[in-house]
T-cell receptor, first 107, second 114 residues
């Protein structure tokens, strides 16, 4: 079967650094994506990792280890607007989403 | 300006009714998708079309029928609505069939079945 695990909730304060982990079990793996979704909003693409290593995009970075079936999203210099749900998704012949991690950033 | 648009944004209806949700993308993408997000925010793919051809059809009841009149449009028709169909339905598109491409999501349609 296919499964993804990520923490259900994470809290942090403004300016802090947060890491959201994602472990997966799947077949036909092409890569790992991350999406952000604010309450009442649509998922928006953050990053995609096809190869092992770290991809950096501004304050957000994403990491993948294919041998460990593990990835994470790193959010730095947290801002209030980063409060949202974050989904990892494995790219197979379709996108399979994790259950999401709700990040709450406090002042 | 809108990349992926859906109508309506909200849909409230009675059990047993038939309803449609429309989706349009102006990004010139070849591939479009329908997703269902339940009350626990679990997001699951339902269908995918590439250039008007159905390429993914998950285990969705056949009361759900997608229709793609052209590659910029993917509509979803639902027959005999049930309480369990209440959810947010998202349309999305991507540049190519290759799944590595970023998917662009519409604003969602919140369907409430009473």
């Amino acid at each position: 079967g296919q499964s993804l695990e990520q923490p259900s909730e994470v809290t942090a304060v403004e300016g802090a650094i947060v890491q959201i982990n994602c472990t997966y079990q799947t077949s036909g793996f092409y890569g790992l994506s991350w999406y952000q979704q604010h309450d009442g909003g649509a998922p928006t693409f953050l990053s995609y990792n096809a190869l092992d290593g770290l991809e950096e995009t501004g304050r957000f970075s994403s990491f993948l280890s294919r041998s460990d079936s593990y990835g994470y999203l790193l959010l730095q210099e947290l801002q209030m607007k980063d409060s949202a749900s974050y989904f990892c998704a494995v790219n197979t012949d379709k996108l399979i989403f994790g259950t999401g991690t709700r990040l709450q950033v406090f002042p | 300006d809108t990349a992926v648009s859906q109508t309506p944004k909200y849909l409230v209806t009675q059990m047993g009714n038939d309803k449609s949700i429309k989706c349009e993308q102006n990004l010139g993408h070849d591939t479009m998708y329908w997703y269902k997000q339940d009350s626990k925010k679990f997001l699951k793919i339902m269908f995918s079309y590439n250039n008007k051809e159905l390429i993914i059809n998950e285990t969705v009841p056949n009361r759900f029928s997608p229709k793609s009149p052209d590659k910029a449009h993917l509509n979803l028709h639902i027959n005999s609505l049930e309480l369990g169909d209440s959810a947010v339905y998202f349309c999305a598109s991507s540049q190519e069939r290759t799944i590595m491409n970023e998917q662009f999501f519409g604003p969602g349609t919140r369907l409430t079945v009473l």
